[in-house]
């Protein structure tokens, strides 16, 4: 007597898409369209850098490309939306959490580039004297001295940040030496867009908006708000002249704002 076997369960496990995984697109792309209405600037995000472009479009295209194998290979629905949902989240998840949470660090300082700069620029001055009247012609003084040396950190010079590649940023950049010569390179009143993988870097020159020869890496960047300070290795010779402090996206390889400054 002959017999047969029953092909069902093979069926089932390879019909193209389940409704689970229909479901589960649908709620991914009416969070990515509502997260999109709360913030425009985030469309701008795939098209920031080459990179941008190949992590975003190339994952979709491996996404893709996955789902046809375990299709093929008759993977059930439930281990395709794990094996697809959970990289789809997590890496969604990274780029995108940053546009709608600020990290504000205040770190306390001896002093501040408002108040260097002013005191270098001497904007202090004697008030006139009322008795003496300004026609009379008054013997010459010697020249008063000098400010003192100031006994905390001297600045070496300072910028302000400018917004790069589409970025809105403010604030203050300086570099510090302190009293046991060592740099600093020290944040104020800093208002930038946050982003994934933030990174701070020294890079001679002015306007270098790019990490490249002679770049000092300074660590992650603490906070996209707020005061911060950043020692510069003691190997490193910040030399007179032009500089560039640089926040910079590993992720995405992408600029996102600048402080030119002049090292006295």
Same mark, same amino acid.
């Given at each position: 007597?002959?017999t047969?076997? *029953?092909?069902?369960?093979?069926? +089932?496990?390879? &019909?193209?898409?389940?409704?689970?995984?229909?479901?589960?697109a649908? =709620?991914?792309?009416?969070?990515?369209?509502?997260?999109?209405?709360?913030?425009?600037d985030?469309?701008?995000?795939? !098209?920031?850098?080459?990179?941008?472009?190949?992590?975003?479009?190339?994952?979709?295209? =491996?996404?893709?490309?996955? %789902?046809?194998? %375990?299709? &093929?290979?008759?993977?059930?629905?439930?281990?395709?939306?794990?094996?697809i949902? @959970?990289?789809?989240?997590?890496?969604?998840?990274w780029?995108?959490?940053?546009?709608?949470v600020n990290?504000?660090?205040?770190?306390d300082?001896?002093?501040? @580039?408002?108040?260097?700069?002013? &005191?270098?620029?001497?904007?202090?001055?004697a008030?006139?004297?009322p008795?003496?009247?300004?026609?009379?012609?008054?013997?010459?003084?010697?020249?008063?001295p /000098?400010?003192?040396?100031?006994?905390?950190?001297?600045?070496?010079?300072?910028?302000? !940040?400018?917004?790069?590649?589409g970025?809105? /940023?403010?604030?203050?950049?300086? @570099?510090?030496?302190?009293?046991?010569?060592?740099?600093v390179?020290?944040?104020?009143?800093?208002? @930038?867009?946050? /982003?994934?993988?933030?990174?701070?870097? =020294?890079?001679?020159?002015?306007a270098?908006?790019?990490?490249? +020869? /002679?770049?000092?890496?300074?660590?992650?960047?603490?906070g996209?708000?707020?005061?911060?300070?950043?020692?510069?290795? &003691?190997?490193?010779?910040?030399?007179?002249?032009?500089?560039?402090?640089?926040?910079?996206?590993?992720?995405?390889?992408?600029? !996102?704002?600048?402080? *030119?400054?002049?090292?006295?």
């Open positions: 007597m002959a047969t076997t *029953s092909t069902a369960p093979r069926a +089932d496990r390879t &019909r193209p898409i389940s409704r689970l995984e229909i479901g589960a649908v =709620l991914f792309v009416v969070v990515l369209v509502v997260l999109t209405a709360l913030e425009p985030i469309l701008q995000a795939p !098209f920031e850098s080459p990179r941008a472009v190949v992590v975003t479009f190339g994952g979709a295209l =491996l996404a893709v490309v996955a %789902m046809a194998v %375990m299709v &093929r290979l008759g993977v059930r629905p439930v281990v395709r939306l794990l094996v949902g @959970i990289p789809a989240v997590a890496v969604s998840a780029l995108l959490v940053p546009f709608f990290e504000r660090v205040y770190e300082f001896a002093t501040s @580039i408002e108040a260097e700069t002013a &005191r270098a620029s001497g904007e202090t001055t008030a006139p004297d008795t003496v009247d300004p026609a009379t012609p008054t013997p010459e003084a010697p020249p008063p /000098g400010p003192p040396a100031p006994a905390g950190p001297v600045l070496l010079g300072s910028g302000t !940040f400018v917004g790069l590649a970025h809105d /940023g403010t604030g203050d950049a300086g @570099i510090f030496e302190l009293e046991d010569g060592s740099l390179v020290r944040l104020e009143n800093l208002d @930038i867009d946050n /982003g994934p993988d933030l990174e701070l870097y =020294l890079v001679p020159g002015e270098s908006y790019s990490p490249g +020869d /002679g770049s000092v890496h300074l660590g992650g960047l603490k996209n708000i707020g005061d911060q300070t950043y020692e510069i290795p &003691r190997d490193v010779a910040v030399s007179p002249g032009p500089w560039t402090v640089l926040v910079w996206c590993e992720a995405f390889t992408v600029e !996102f704002v600048g402080a *030119s400054i002049t090292v006295a």
